[in-house]
């Protein structure tokens, strides 16, 4: 399976407790994205790579939440003491470097996260 | 501030006949436009998308129309197939530092029945 690949798919955590996502994407993409997606809600943008360097954050992305992407490949997503408004559907996507209209970002299938 | 949004929630349509999802949106700064499709428990997977500077996009059974002075945009899929049925999403591209930022409509679901 070359697509954006996501670990895991399904997280269960304890307000309070710490949670850390991770993101594959497609091997020959150099952008990498965050998105966040709430119940009846469109997917909203939270921040960008390009390459190891985070070129962008959304005032969305509180200081709780953390992203990196060493080296320039996979990323993770990481949220500190978790609260119930973090539970939502995490999407990371990938686009190529320059790519055709409709290659603007390639999801992967999502984590779900639930803080109870 | 919703920069994109779909009015519509949900939409049911008989097999055969045509859908048509409805977009609008608020900023004039969008270059393109898309439609991305998500099924249950998938990522959304892109469909269609129009460029700022044409009016109509065809691709199979899926056709955009563009209307700028309105700032409006739809999704025609004709005929429509069971498999069609999905929740659409209506997005904007914005150039952010050499890639494009998506802004997303809230979705509508479609619902085709046999």
């Known amino acids: 399976d070359t697509g954006v690949s996501q670990d895991p798919r399904h997280k269960i955590t304890k307000r309070g407790q710490n949670v850390t996502f991770r993101c594959d994407p497609i091997?020959?993409?150099?952008?990498l994205y965050w998105y966040r997606q709430t119940l009846g809600q469109g997917p909203e943008f939270l921040t960008y790579?390009?390459?190891?360097?985070?070129?962008?954050k959304s005032r969305l992305l509180s200081d709780r939440f953390s992203a990196e992407r060493p080296k320039g490949s996979f990323s993770t997503l990481e949220i500190q003491r978790t609260e119930q408004g973090d539970s939502a559907m995490y999407l990371c996507?990938?686009?190529?470097?320059?790519?055709?209209?409709?290659?603007?970002?390639?999801f992967g299938q999502g984590t779900r996260l639930t803080v109870v | 501030d919703q920069q994109v949004k779909q009015n519509s929630p949900s939409l049911s349509v008989q097999e055969g006949r045509i859908s048509i999802l409805n977009c609008d949106y608020t900023?004039?700064?969008?270059?393109?436009f898309l439609w991305y499709k998500k099924y249950p428990a998938e990522g959304p997977t892109f469909l269609i998308s129009?460029?700022?500077?044409?009016d109509k996009n065809e691709d199979g059974r899926f056709t955009v129309f563009l209307n700028k002075s309105a700032k409006h945009l739809s999704l025609h899929i004709v005929p429509s197939q069971p498999g069609d049925s999905a929740v659409y999403f209506c997005?904007?591209?914005?150039?952010?530092?050499?890639?494009?930022?998506?802004?997303f409509g809230q979705g509508t679901r479609l619902t085709i029945n046999p």
């Open positions: 129009i460029s700022s500077i044409k």
């Open positions: 790579f390009q390459n190891e360097a985070q070129l962008e």
């Open positions: 900023n004039s700064m969008f270059d393109y």
């Open positions: 091997s020959e993409h150099n952008r």
């Open positions: 997005a904007a591209s914005a150039p952010l530092r050499g890639a494009q930022k998506l802004v």
């Open positions: 996507a990938s686009s190529p470097r320059l790519g055709a209209p409709g290659t603007e970002a390639f």
